[in-house]
């Protein structure tokens, strides 16, 4: 089998760490986001990912090289020129997508984190003979979303309704397929949305159907989505894998921390903190509902509640970070300033303090 992963363009949601490298090379809970895709789909069989990619693919091939021998899998490039939509890039990697085989292809948006049930959207694809599944989530607030209406039993498709105004359903599009190559027929070379004009026509021929996930999703892509998804995936990774997890009389909840992290005395972490490689937290730290990544440096003292700490950073002794604060790489904030939501681009020296949330340049 094999898989189109849906990358894109600049990741400016995620900006400041994507001024630094592509977001799907951000890391979440330690690990690039692709890599969580890309390790899923390796499980169930895939042999071959396409990254359909308008945006630094040099970056991502080279990166992604290491993980291509690690993993036995082949990892190649599909880009464009021009933004192509949802769509379009299947239509640009129809000849990598398509063999003698006529085996469904997965597609997936880079910014979805979920606990991928692969092995059971083949087994449903299959059970019901259409041309296309979708995964689908239940969202308490549907009315912000593109709703799925389909048949509860069955799941086949009726229709799309954009933000409604009155309830019609709660199922919303998670990003996950599997299609016949058949599909690829259905998609010109062109800017085209995969979700406004190749579904609702399969949907027409009654040859589309929904799977409603199991397990908690999140689109990633923004911080405060990349944090809450932290908890829903510390959360899921207590309940399968929690040796992973860090536990201790300093830790509070769910905790991630690369081995080669060290944490001096005194500190109090979590819950739903990832601390990354070469990180060194000294004594009498506070961190929780954060990301601390490679190579940070949060000296005695300091507080970081609901942020992320980019890539070689300091935080000074009794700093306090809170509301969202993200640095970018190499920012260095120095001691007893106090951020509320600062968002401070990579290589910044910071000595004042950021009393309201704003960008920092």
């Known amino acids: 089998m094999k898989a189109l992963i849906l990358v894109g363009g600049f990741g400016t949601r995620l900006r400041p760490l994507t001024l630094s490298v592509p977001k799907p090379l951000v890391e979440f809970a330690n690990k690039p986001m692709i890599l969580h895709q890309i390790e899923a789909l390796k499980a169930i069989g895939v042999t071959e990912v396409v990254l359909a990619i308008?945006?630094?693919?040099?970056?991502?091939?080279?990166f992604l090289k290491e993980f291509e021998r690690k993993l036995h899998i082949k990892i190649t490039c599909s880009r464009e020129t021009e933004p192509l939509g949802t769509a379009g890039p299947l239509a640009l990697a129809r000849e990598i997508l398509i063999d003698d085989c006529g085996v469904p292809f997965f597609v997936l948006n880079s910014d979805v984190i979920c606990d991928y049930p692969f092995e059971e959207m083949i087994r449903f694809h299959k059970s019901h003979g259409g041309e296309a599944s979708l995964m689908v989530t239940k969202v308490d607030e549907p009315s912000k979303y593109g709703v799925v209406v389909m048949e509860e039993t069955t799941g086949k498709v009726e229709k799309f309704v954009e933000k409604p105004k009155l309830f019609v359903g709660n199922k919303i599009n998670a990003g996950v397929y599997l299609l016949n190559p058949s599909v690829l027929d259905r998609i010109e070379l062109r800017p085209t949305s995969i979700e406004k004009e190749v579904f609702?026509?399969?949907?027409?021929?009654?040859?589309?159907?929904?799977?409603?996930?199991?397990?908690?999703w999140m689109d990633i892509g923004q911080p405060k989505d990349y944090i809450t998804g932290l908890r829903f995936y510390f959360d899921s990774l207590h309940k399968k894998c929690s040796s992973?997890?860090?536990?201790?009389s300093n830790v509070i909840g769910n905790v991630l921390v690369d081995e080669s992290a060290v944490i001096g005395d005194g500190c109090l972490i979590g819950p739903d903190v990832a601390i990354g490689p070469g990180c060194v937290i000294e004594a009498g730290v506070r961190l929780s509902r954060c990301t601390v990544m490679r190579g940070v440096r949060v000296k005695?003292?300091?507080?970081i509640s609901s942020g992320i700490v980019g890539w070689h950073s300091?935080?000074?002794r009794w700093a306090r970070l809170e509301n969202m604060t993200i640095l970018g790489e190499d920012v260095h904030l120095c001691d007893e300033v106090y951020s509320n939501g600062g968002i401070v681009l990579p290589h910044k020296e910071i000595k004042s303090n950021i009393l309201k949330p704003e960008i920092v340049m």
């Open 54 to 62: 308008n945006y630094q693919p040099e970056i991502m091939l080279n």
């Open 314 to 316: 300091t935080v000074g």
């Open 300 to 303: 005695k003292h300091a507080c």
């Open 244 to 248: 992973k997890l860090a536990v201790g």
């Open 200 to 216: 609702p026509s399969i949907a027409a021929e009654e040859k589309l159907y929904a799977m409603v996930l199991p397990g908690f």
